[in-house]
């Protein structure tokens, strides 16, 4: 649900929404009169902001003539004047009428990052198992933060709900060893576990007919599918492009669209399917 990102301020709701509500987000207090000028055309732009940034931070409107006490308790000397607070106490501001660029400038300061919160989002879909879009958002985060360890740790973990688990490897890899806390040991065990134990035995007994066959086209199909039914995405596309650089046509086309069906269940954004289209594509062309 979205949070509120406009209110009045008064006596019963100052204490709840200028200096608790500051602890949960940043609060901007925007102090004003009927008779301000400045005022007037400052309050469209603020409230426009608070609008785009849909809950991000709380514009708390103050009628300086209204709430004498309140304007008096936070020093107002002048209007507009508009504070930002932050976990009780005013972090920034300034007096008189400014430019948008000036103010997002300001807010910046104070608010998450574009990859912070789709960090969030990722860690909350997470908890709700919904893994393939806790994944989405969290390469997000992993891309627009360079490697923030948190969220590697997270995009890690979605990764091995979904068994990708070379992959989910792979970031853990690019977490230096300052960053290795309790959660990171979690998601390494975790993992551990799930390579131990995810393979079925019908899995494990094709696998050691491939080693002895490895010229075996359609044992390496078989195996295949049974490799994307037991959630080993990645190695199920691995053993198709290697059949389909022997034979594109292999089994009358079969071997062409399992590959692509294991594609299409990925998304196209996903980036193993993005790979491994790459060297599909190579093939054709």
């Not at 009628?63 to 504070?83: C, E, H, K």
């Not at 022997?246 to 954004?269: M, P, Q, R």
């Amino acid at each position: 649900m979205t949070e509120e990102c406009i209110v009045d301020i008064d006596q019963n709701n100052a204490q709840a929404q200028l200096i608790d509500e500051s602890f949960k987000r940043p609060v901007m207090i925007d102090f004003w009169a009927e008779w301000c000028g400045p005022c007037k055309s400052l309050m469209p732009l603020l409230e426009s902001l608070a609008n785009e940034y849909a809950g991000q931070f709380l514009l708390a409107k103050v009628n300086a003539d209204d709430q004498q006490m309140i304007a008096a308790q936070f020093g107002v000397r002048s209007l507009p004047t508009v504070m930002i607070m932050k976990e009780g106490q005013p972090v920034d501001g300034f007096a008189g009428a400014q430019t948008e660029a000036a103010i997002r400038e300001i807010l910046d300061k104070y608010l998450p990052k574009a990859w912070e919160l789709a960090l969030a989002e990722a860690q909350a879909l997470l908890e709700e198992e919904n893994f393939t879009e806790a994944m989405e958002k969290a390469q997000q985060a992993v891309s627009e933060s360079s490697n923030n360890p948190q969220a590697l740790k997270v995009l890690a973990d979605t990764l091995v709900e979904l068994n990708r688990l070379d992959d989910a490897q792979s970031y853990l890899d690019k977490i230096t060893l300052v960053d290795q806390e309790e959660y990171f040991v979690q998601i390494q065990a975790k993992l551990n576990l799930r390579r131990e134990s995810a393979k079925s035995p019908e899995l494990s007994a094709l696998e050691e007919e491939m080693r002895a066959q490895p010229d075996n086209l359609s044992l390496h199909l078989t195996a295949a599918v049974q490799y994307h039914d037991n959630g080993f995405t990645q190695e199920a596309l691995e053993l198709l492009i290697k059949v389909l650089r022997k034979d594109l046509d292999f089994n009358e086309g079969e071997a062409k669209k399992t590959f692509l069906d294991v594609i299409a269940s990925l998304g196209k954004a996903d980036p193993l399917a993005v790979k491994y289209q790459r060297q599909f594509y190579t093939l054709l062309y």
